[in-house]
């Protein structure tokens, strides 16, 4: 059970939510000129949140849908602003994770006498 | 999904927006780029570009599909002393619009940067991820 602890196993996987929103931001960012392109987001603190209240296990998923966003003349509809926003709080809960994760492993590193 | 995804699809938007920059400086360039009325007129350079889908574990980002060039007929405009005039003293002029070169000039240059910022921040992720473990 060294590695497979709930804080580790969690921890991981919003790691993952975290880059993967990144990637989509990403994708919107580099189109934002692209006509007929259609943004999309990235959502799972919900899902999230919901597994982990749940006593006996449950499953998080993370899911990318579109944004409601008005669609420009281009047919386009990536919010510059909101993608950027977005961005950068995902990278300041990515480094909030790998604090996290940090703490977890010197626990670790104490418990094993290190 | 690729190692450093998010740097990927930032260098391709990057990438594209140079691209544009350049045919933008070749317009601008031949603004004034008259031919002969039996020639082909100098046409505005278009960058067309198509998203690059992100499903099916692809990439994401954007690619350029083609370098277009402007259609319409050529304005002739009268120059008698010109050397390229035809028998009526007709040439052709350009198709560049400079107010829209300029516009397109502005939004090129804001991609550019704002794709710039995208691989700045990733690469900030990317470090901390690095981190892990650190004592």
Same mark, same amino acid.
């Given at each position: ?15 993952? %939510?975290? =880059? $993967? &929103? ?8 580099? *189109?934002? /000129? ?25 499953? %998080?998923? =993370? $899911? &990318? ?8 003349? *281009?047919? /386009? ?38 | ?135």
């Amino acid at each position: 059970m060294l590695f497979t602890d709930r804080t580790t196993q969690t921890v991981e996987w919003a790691l993952k %939510a975290q =880059a $993967e &929103r990144q990637r989509v931001v990403a994708h919107n960012i580099a *189109n934002v /000129n692209t006509p007929g392109f259609r943004a999309t987001k990235l959502e799972f603190e919900q899902s999230l949140a919901t597994a982990l209240g749940r006593t006996n296990g449950g499953t %998080a998923r =993370a $899911e &990318r849908s579109a944004t409601n966003d008005p669609v420009g003349l *281009n047919g /386009n509809n990536v919010s510059l602003e909101k993608e950027l926003e977005t961005l950068d709080k995902s990278n300041i809960h990515y480094e909030a994770l790998t604090s996290a994760l940090t703490s977890k492993f010197s626990q670790l590193r104490t418990a094993i006498g290190r | 999904m690729a190692l450093f995804g998010a740097l990927d699809a930032a260098v391709s938007g990057a990438t594209v927006s140079r691209v544009w920059l350049d045919a933008i400086s070749d317009n601008v360039a031949n603004v004034n780029t008259m031919r002969a009325t039996n020639q082909e007129p100098f046409r505005a350079r278009m960058v067309v570009v198509n998203e690059v889908s992100r499903d099916l574990g692809g990439t994401g980002g954007v690619r350029t599909v083609r370098i277009a060039e402007r259609p319409g007929e050529p304005e002739l405009v009268y120059d008698p002393t010109h050397p390229l005039a035809d028998e009526n003293g007709d040439v052709e002029r350009p198709n560049v619009d400079l107010s829209v070169e300029m516009t397109n000039l502005l939004i090129a240059n804001r991609t550019y940067q704002s794709n710039l910022r995208v691989i700045e921040i990733a690469r900030s992720t990317y470090q901390s991820a690095l981190r892990i473990g650190d004592k």
